[in-house]
């Protein structure tokens, strides 16, 4: 069983700070569903709510259409998972699995039989009697993922639970997560600052900054056709070009920029004279000269070769990085550092938004 969540012009206020401000969506049963943003943009805050730790100062959370008003957090159907998982050490694993049916006194033999199900369910079957402390960190994150399912949540909360991880083993954990979910099919509202965790687990991004959702869409419509310049910055690697408009249509934009006039998809609908940003993607740019209004002439100020990328950071006007990140097999001979180069992109490339406040992180 899941359930779907609704947030109704939710606003949570710290005496005079706005942790999140009117807030507005709704999340389907059985979405995997993400809150992406940078430390501090009102994420968490969010999720406590949802779970019933905070309450609104404005608006309403509906979990399966019923208002949580006055409902406290072991009478929600959700679980949550914290950031330190916060397992039981001198307990064993199925006592940690078990540990919420113990609470609602279920018998021991049905406790036992649970934690075995779920044993089975995050792959650690016959190992519900070592301790915890004898778990690897993967493993510890799947006890508490099956301690969390144990209850039978309709909603299931996350609150950044791979942060701890190394790299290798969080993007291990991703596809097991994921795998999880959709075998359960019951909604995740996941939290988390990693791009990369958000684009390859999720249904539907929100992207927060300052307590307000800047968008929500799926991971490619977020990352293609950001909505706004701090979601072009925030999500995945962009380069920014700011200026003013000198010409457009409803298709396209050209921008004078300090690189000279640079073109772009005008999904604004922004007219001549407008303040705007240009952004292209570095994987969008070429090392080679293109359209008049799609090339960029700057500096080699080094190359970083990543395996099956090679990643070319350029100098340019007004002493600007610019960067682009070149595949393999793309057959472009590579510059050398402190070399006077072109660079374009395809107009198409190049996405021209209403100027505003860029990401920090």
Same mark, same amino acid.
């Given at each position: 069983m899941?359930?779907?969540?609704?947030l109704d012009?939710?606003t949570?206020?710290?005496?005079?700070?706005?942790?999140?401000?009117?807030?507005?969506?709704?999340?389907?049963?059985?979405?995997?569903?993400?809150?992406?943003?940078?430390?501090?943009?009102?994420k968490?805050t969010?999720?406590?709510?949802?779970?019933?730790?905070?309450d609104?100062t404005?608006?309403?959370?509906?979990?399966g259409?019923q208002?949580m008003?006055?409902?406290?957090?072991?009478?929600?159907p959700?679980?949550?998972?914290?950031?330190?998982?916060?397992?039981?050490?001198?307990?064993?694993?199925?006592?940690?699995?078990?540990?919420?049916?113990?609470?609602?006194?279920?018998?021991k033999?049905?406790?036992?039989?649970?934690?075995?199900?779920?044993l089975?369910?995050?792959?650690?079957?016959?190992?519900?009697?070592?301790?915890?402390?004898?778990?690897?960190g993967?493993?510890?994150q799947?006890?508490?993922?099956?301690?969390?399912?144990?209850?039978q949540?309709?909603?299931?909360?996350?609150?950044?639970?791979?942060?701890?991880?190394d790299?290798?083993l969080?993007q291990?954990?991703?596809?097991?997560?994921?795998?999880?979910?959709?075998?359960?099919?019951?909604?995740?509202?996941?939290?988390?600052?990693?791009?990369?965790?958000?684009?390859?687990?999720?249904?539907?991004?929100?992207?927060?900054?300052d307590?307000?959702i800047?968008q929500?869409?799926?991971?490619?419509?977020?990352?293609?056709?950001?909505a706004?310049?701090?979601?072009?910055?925030?999500?995945?690697?962009?380069?920014?070009?700011?200026g003013?408009?000198?010409? $457009?249509d409803a298709?396209?934009? %050209?921008?004078?920029? =300090?690189?000279?006039?640079? /073109? &772009?998809?005008?999904? +604004?609908? @922004?007219?001549?004279? $407008?303040?705007a940003?240009?952004? %292209?993607?570095?994987? =969008?740019?070429?090392?080679? /000269? &293109?359209?008049?209004? +799609?090339? @960029?002439?700057s500096?080699?100020?080094?190359v970083?070769?990543e395996?099956?990328?090679?990643?070319?950071y350029?100098? &340019?006007?007004g002493?600007?990085?610019?960067?682009l990140?070149?595949g393999?097999?793309?057959?472009?001979?590579?510059?050398?550092?402190?070399?006077?180069?072109?660079?374009?992109?395809a107009?198409?490339?190049?996405?021209v938004?209403?100027?505003?406040a860029?990401?920090?992180?």
């Amino acid at each position: 069983m899941s359930a779907s969540v609704e947030l109704d012009n939710l606003t949570v206020r710290f005496g005079s700070f706005t942790a999140v401000s009117r807030a507005t969506l709704d999340i389907a049963g059985g979405e995997f569903f993400s809150f992406l943003g940078p430390s501090g943009c009102g994420k968490t805050t969010i999720l406590r709510t949802v779970s019933g730790f905070l309450d609104p100062t404005e608006g309403a959370v509906r979990i399966g259409g019923q208002d949580m008003a006055g409902i406290s957090p072991n009478r929600r159907p959700t679980a949550l998972i914290f950031q330190n998982l916060a397992l039981f050490p001198l307990m064993t694993v199925a006592e940690n699995i078990a540990y919420g049916l113990r609470v609602r006194g279920v018998g021991k033999a049905e406790r036992r039989r649970k934690a075995d199900e779920l044993l089975e369910l995050i792959a650690l079957r016959g190992q519900g009697d070592k301790l915890v402390s004898e778990l690897s960190g993967g493993q510890k994150q799947r006890v508490a993922i099956a301690r969390a399912l144990a209850v039978q949540p309709k909603v299931l909360l996350l609150d950044e639970p791979l942060s701890a991880l190394d790299l290798k083993l969080r993007q291990h954990m991703r596809a097991e997560l994921r795998a999880i979910q959709r075998q359960v099919g019951i909604t995740f509202i996941y939290i988390t600052h990693d791009q990369g965790e958000a684009l390859t687990m999720s249904d539907r991004i929100a992207v927060m900054s300052d307590g307000v959702i800047e968008q929500v869409g799926d991971g490619k419509a977020v990352y293609d056709n950001p909505a706004t310049p701090f979601v072009a910055s925030f999500v995945g690697e962009n380069n920014a070009f700011a200026g003013r408009i000198v010409a $457009a249509d409803a298709r396209m934009a %050209v921008v004078e920029t =300090a690189f000279g006039r640079l /073109a &772009g998809r005008n999904p +604004a609908g @922004l007219g001549a004279g $407008a303040r705007a940003i240009l952004f %292209v993607r570095p994987e =969008a740019i070429v090392p080679v /000269a &293109g359209a008049p209004e +799609a090339t @960029l002439t700057s500096e080699v100020e080094s190359v970083a070769f990543e395996g099956n990328l090679t990643h070319i950071y350029l100098r &340019g006007a007004g002493k600007k990085e610019i960067s682009l990140s070149v595949g393999r097999t793309a057959g472009f001979a590579m510059p050398a550092q402190g070399a006077s180069t072109p660079a374009s992109y395809a107009p198409e490339a190049g996405l021209v938004l209403p100027e505003g406040a860029l990401a920090r992180e």
